[in-house]
């Protein structure tokens, strides 16, 4: 009979620890989703604030050639709705003209 109660005790306690232990890995799965969630988020606001300065250093560029060359200054709304390669092609283009211009012989 006292066999019989230890293995009712093993077994009832190994069904405890095993409970624990998924419990455990519930809640370290849980608690790993969080933190990557956080961390990517996190990565998402710091590349989105890169590529915000990035087009805004373009924008102004591109309305400072703009102004240069004495040409209509393209309104924010209508610059910011362009792609980064549209707003590169076109800082290219004023830079060119303004190059154009410098180049011709005196006066």
Do not use: F
């Not at 009979?1 to 093993?10: G, H, I, P």
């Not at 519930?26 to 915000?52: K, L």
């Not at 390669?85 to 290219?92: K, Q």
């Amino acid at each position: 009979m006292v066999r019989l109660k230890d293995e009712t005790v093993t077994s009832d306690v190994m069904s405890i620890a095993e409970q624990l232990m998924q419990r455990g890995r519930q809640e370290g799965h849980h608690e790993g989703r969080r933190e990557g969630w956080q961390e990517g988020r996190q990565e998402g606001r710091q590349e989105g604030e890169r590529a915000g300065v990035t087009r805004g250093t373009l924008i102004g560029r591109i309305q400072a050639y703009q102004e240069m060359l004495g040409v209509s200054i393209s309104s924010l709304d209508e610059l910011g709705a362009k792609n980064p390669p549209a707003l590169e092609a076109l800082l290219r283009e004023l830079q060119a003209r303004v190059r154009g211009r410098g180049s011709g012989s005196p006066a």
